[in-house]
């Protein structure tokens, strides 16, 4: 029986009003990611490729067609549920790094375990962040603040974040767009990594070659509509 795929999107659109003008984002998208995949949704700005992700990840809902993930169709959900999915099964990684700046590294990435119910309290919270911020290679770094790494380091706290929670998928909405090309490459190579040793499925958007050209499948997005995938 083949497993079932971490996400899946069925005739989705996703209308915006501005004003007096209704902007169609998506325009029935149907997409298929498999557990373990290590994607890219690409196309230049404005096409749609945010908001699929957000949808994706639960963080908005869509005007027509459904969200599946798992197994779970989360049309289903109440609001409590859909917190307590996101929590537990995904990972969000944000162009702007969205760290808390009065926090330290370590406590951005312990933030995201506050969600969650685990054994072990506040104790075990810090032991996994500080696990997680090794794993990126910033295990001397948990004490800084953001305004005290550099960007690629802070993207790096960010990948931490994700992961301390163990998440099924983790979402990276342009992660490498504010960095340069080497750091970006890294930080593109960390994901793959942990991809291939942990089985984590990854989604990210980008408009970058150089990037698209690490992605295992690309699938293309052009005025919110669902181009012919490349393998």
């Known amino acids: 029986m083949a497993a079932t795929p971490s996400v899946r999107v069925v005739e989705v659109t ?109 104790a075990a919270g810090r032991a996994r962040a500080r696990r997680a911020l090794e794993e990126v290679g910033l295990g001397d770094f948990g004490r800084h603040r953001p305004d005290e790494l550099s960007g690629g380091q802070r993207q790096r706290v960010a990948v931490a974040r994700a992961l301390v929670t163990d998440p099924v998928i983790v979402l990276a909405d342009e992660p490498t767009a504010n960095l340069d090309s080497a750091t970006g490459d890294a930080i593109i190579s960390l994901m793959l990594d942990i991809n291939r040793r942990d089985g984590t499925t990854f989604i990210f958007s980008t408009h970058d070659a150089r990037v698209m050209a690490h992605a295992h499948r690309v699938v293309h997005l052009a005025d919110g509509r669902l181009g012919d995938p490349l393998a």
């Open 14 to 122: 996703k209308d915006y009003e501005l004003g007096r003008t209704r902007v169609a984002a998506l325009r029935g998208v149907t997409l298929e990611v498999e557990r373990g995949e290590f994607m890219a949704v690409a196309g230049p700005s404005g096409s749609g490729k945010s908001t699929l992700l957000n949808l994706m990840g639960c963080l908005d809902h869509p005007t027509s067609g459904r969200v599946i993930i798992g197994e779970q169709d989360v049309a289903d959900l109440g609001d409590d549920a859909l917190s307590d999915l996101r929590a537990r099964q995904i990972g969000f990684i944000f162009q702007t790094f969205n760290l808390i700046p009065v926090l330290s590294a370590q406590e951005n990435v312990e933030f995201p375990l506050l969600f969650q119910a685990r054994r072990g309290g506040r």
